[in-house]
């Protein structure tokens, strides 16, 4: 049982990672992909592309492409798939590395949502399937289990009254981008 605990407690700090992904992706969507066609956001690789852009917008994408890929790498060690029980799946997807040895390998559709998606449906885009079946899930469903223990609990029912209740974190609203 104290195992089981502990291994909750470290998945649960993998949500630290949740701005990394967050900034990459809108970054992508605001400097990216209204720049490229659909064949680029298909075929060019993530850091070319930032490269491409001029300063000091390439400087900032080069620094949150930084901080992606640690963080990407930190979440595939911790979890290896998307799926929480994906190593009982036959079909689950292993979460892919964003490096070969020192080499960075991240094509620009694992990061954006391709055009005329929504940010919740199913696309390519890794970023949005790490935080959707992965990081907020993880973090509402903590959410979900401290109102039950809240409600269960006596002393906690005088601020009922007082304190709303905790809101999930819904993906839309976490990968929205201003225009």
């Not at 799926?83 to 390998?105: D, F």
Request: overall charge negative; glycine content about 4%.
């Amino acid at each position: 049982r104290r195992v089981h605990g502990l291994e909750n407690a470290e998945n649960l700090q993998m949500i630290t990672h949740i701005p990394a992904l967050v900034f990459m992706y809108r970054f992508a969507q605001q400097h990216l992909v209204p720049r490229m066609s659909v064949n680029d956001l298909l075929t060019k690789q993530l850091e070319g592309s930032i490269l491409g852009l001029d300063d000091p917008h390439k400087s900032i994408g080069l620094t949150l492409f930084k901080k992606f890929c640690v963080a990407w790498e930190e979440l595939r060690s911790r979890f290896v798939t998307y799926q929480q029980c994906g190593g009982e799946l036959v079909a689950a997807e292993k979460i892919p590395s964003v490096m070969e040895g020192l080499r960075s390998v991240v094509p620009v559709f694992a990061v954006v949502t391709m055009p005329d998606l929504k940010p919740t449906e199913e696309d390519s885009c890794a970023i949005i399937r790490m935080l959707k079946l992965r990081l907020l899930e993880q973090q509402n469903n903590l959410i979900m289990k401290s109102e039950i223990l809240m409600q269960q609990d006596s002393a906690s029912r005088i601020f009922e009254n007082v304190v709303d209740p905790f809101p999930v974190i819904d993906l839309a609203d976490l990968l929205a981008v201003d225009g």
